[in-house]
């Protein structure tokens, strides 16, 4: 079935395609780039010039090693410059954004209270002591930033000034691309004396992201969504509390001595106390691969070109009466190539099936990883519908580097089948 729901458009704006071309299976649609995007050109090919070279990294005087442990500072240099990381700030490699605010909640120090909203990620509920406080979704951006206002207003009331107190927020919902207004709440935090921490996992494959410019403590990032998937992330962030809490991974690599008795160990300081064990050079090296490229690179022409594909893609869901879009905010929020949705009448995984059985078109289905947010959402979806057939997860398309107006069509066009 062939249909056009979507009005002609203007062309969307041209990007160089190489090097940050990614690449892929032709025939196969992957409208799945939030879960995992599609591994740049730029990072395979990092990886394979360094392949022969493979060695132990900090280990060893031989030519290989050496190059490799070079390789490896350098990313981590990469990295940290990409991300506007501060010159007293600590660059910590990790497996992805999960890891590195796991590995932020092991370093806060004893009593650190924890603030974030109720529409995180889990990998940003999860990781926090007991006691931290989990703040009701806002309606909008500005309600965000008065919620924060209020809440650390009344902690530093009620608990000792002296405890320190940690904002942990998104910087991209993964369930519906919304931004949230980061800026705006690390200066509400650093007015009331709190760190703030930013997962960045959905914003920094989408736009540039810069500690410094934003004023942001800490930040964590997954290679695996910036088009860099071999397994690396990064935590970046201010090193006192770093540098005072026990190594996240006790092993080689960690300690500056050892001694003879069980606990006669001197840890070491700097980004080797958190990175024990043999480090993933492959990972840290394809992520400052593509940092490398994106600088490069016309952010603002990219931002153009993925928002031209986002608005056809929303407008194509909005044009089809069964289909219903998930959003935290107003219709009209700043957000990133990100749409969720539900087909009324129909179960979310069996439609994801169906897309990739008949049309060779993958999507996520199921809560994100973020169910709080995701049932909510799905509950003021059915009351704004004035729907009773909504399933009880949703969809996911997502879009990035690679993405096609062909593509969004035909995602459109096999949903229309569904009416």
């Known amino acids: 079935m062939s249909v056009t729901l979507v009005p002609s458009l203007p062309a969307l704006p041209t990007v160089a395609p190489a090097p940050l071309d990614v690449l892929g299976v032709p025939g196969e649609i992957n409208l799945d ?94 990781p926090w002591p007991r006691g931290s406080v989990r703040l009701p979704v806002p309606a909008d951006p500005a309600g965000a930033v008065r919620a924060l206002a209020a809440a650390l207003t009344e902690l530093r009331r009620d608990s000792n000034p002296a405890l320190p107190v940690l904002v942990s927020v998104t910087g991209a919902s993964n369930v519906t691309g919304e931004r949230w207004p980061v800026a705006e709440l690390a200066r509400v935090a650093h007015r009331h004396g709190a760190r703030i921490a930013l997962d960045a996992a959905q914003l920094a494959p989408h736009a540039p992201v810069d500690l410094l410019a ?62 024990g064990g043999t480090p993933n050079l492959l990972g840290a090296v394809a992520l400052a691969a593509v940092c490398t490229e994106l600088a490069g690179a016309d952010r603002a022409a990219l931002a153009a070109r993925e928002q031209a594909l986002l608005a056809r893609l929303r407008d194509g869901l909005a044009a089809l009466p069964h289909v219903v879009e998930l959003r935290t905010f107003g219709p009209d929020a700043p957000r990133v190539g990100i749409v969720s949705f539900v087909v009324t009448g129909w179960d979310s995984a069996e ?32 009351g704004r519908s004035g729907r009773r057939d909504l399933p009880s997860t949703a969809l996911r398309a997502s879009i990035g580097l690679g993405s096609t107006a062909a593509e969004v069509d035909r995602l459109i066009e096999a949903l229309a089948e569904l009416g």
């Open 214 to 275: 934003l004023d942001v403590d800490y930040l964590a990032v997954s290679g695996h969504k910036l088009y860099a998937p071999f397994g690396a992330g990064v935590l970046i962030g201010r090193a006192d509390w770093l540098d005072a809490a026990p190594p996240y991974l006790a092993g080689g690599g960690a300690t500056s001595r050892v001694g003879p008795a069980t606990h006669d160990v001197t840890w070491a300081t700097g980004p080797a106390r958190h990175e």
């Open 33 to 126: 780039y939030a879960a995992s995007a599609p591994c740049a050109r730029a990072a395979a090919d990092a990886v394979n010039e360094l392949l022969p070279w493979y060695a132990s990294v900090h280990r060893g005087a031989g030519a290989l090693s050496q190059r490799c442990t070079l390789a490896y500072e350098k990313a981590r240099q990469t990295v940290g410059d990409f991300f506007g990381a501060r010159p007293d700030d600590h660059v910590i490699f990790t497996r992805n954004t999960t890891d590195a605010l796991n590995l932020l909640g092991r370093a806060l120090p004893t009593g650190t209270t924890v603030v974030t909203f109720a529409g995180e990620h889990h990998a940003n509920l999860l």
């Open 351 to 382: 439609v994801a099936a169906r897309l990739a059985a008949r049309h060779r078109i993958g999507v996520r289905d199921g809560l994100f990883c973020a169910h709080p947010l995701a049932r909510r959402l799905l509950d003021e979806a059915a």
